[in-house]
């Protein structure tokens, strides 16, 4: 494995760094850094790489939270953060059900990627959608058949 840039990159070289003192709920090292409680990870990753950009999150690429080592750590945005993390966004995407308790797998499920981030979507909810909108319409034409005012949208 070459690294052919300075920037701190992943390498398996370097084992993690645990964060020797204390976490919070979510693993994570805490510590006070700049008159701020923080997460160690980020404190580190200041300290080395210089402040982190407004809206960015540092990302374990080791998917180790107690890991301090810069070089296990990147910047991503807040919407990549939750897309590749573990946090319950994340968690989501991965479940094998939509919101509406359709199985999500097989035919039932739509998968299309837009730009880099992939969408999954239930195709039976989108059926279900199609048919109240169907159903609504129906109801409409109904009514006017009937010579009920009704309002078109
Ligand atoms: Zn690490
Ligand atoms: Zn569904």
């Not at 300075?6 to 994570?28: E, H, K, L, M, Q």
């Not at 990147?74 to 590749?84: A, C, F, G, P």
């Not at 959608?129 to 009704?150: C, M, P, S, Y």
């Amino acid at each position: 494995m070459t690294t052919d840039t300075a920037a701190p990159r992943f390498t398996a070289d370097t084992p993690c760094i645990d964060w020797p003192r204390s976490v919070n709920n979510y693993g994570y090292g805490v510590v006070q850094h700049n008159g701020k409680r923080t997460t160690a990870h980020r404190a580190a990753y200041e300290n080395v790489m210089g402040p982190i950009p407004k809206g960015l999150v540092v990302d374990h690429i080791c998917r180790n939270r107690k890991c301090v080592n810069v070089s296990h750590l990147r910047l991503l945005t807040d919407k990549e953060n939750v897309l590749i993390g573990d946090g319950p966004t994340a968690k989501n995407k991965r479940l094998s059900h939509c919101k509406n308790g359709h199985l999500l797998s097989g035919e039932n499920i739509a998968v299309y990627v837009k730009g880099s981030t992939t969408h999954r979507h239930c195709i039976a909810c989108g059926h279900e959608r199609d048919e109240r909108k169907n159903a609504k319409r129906r109801a409409k034409t109904a009514l006017i058949a009937a010579g009920v005012k009704v309002r078109l949208e």
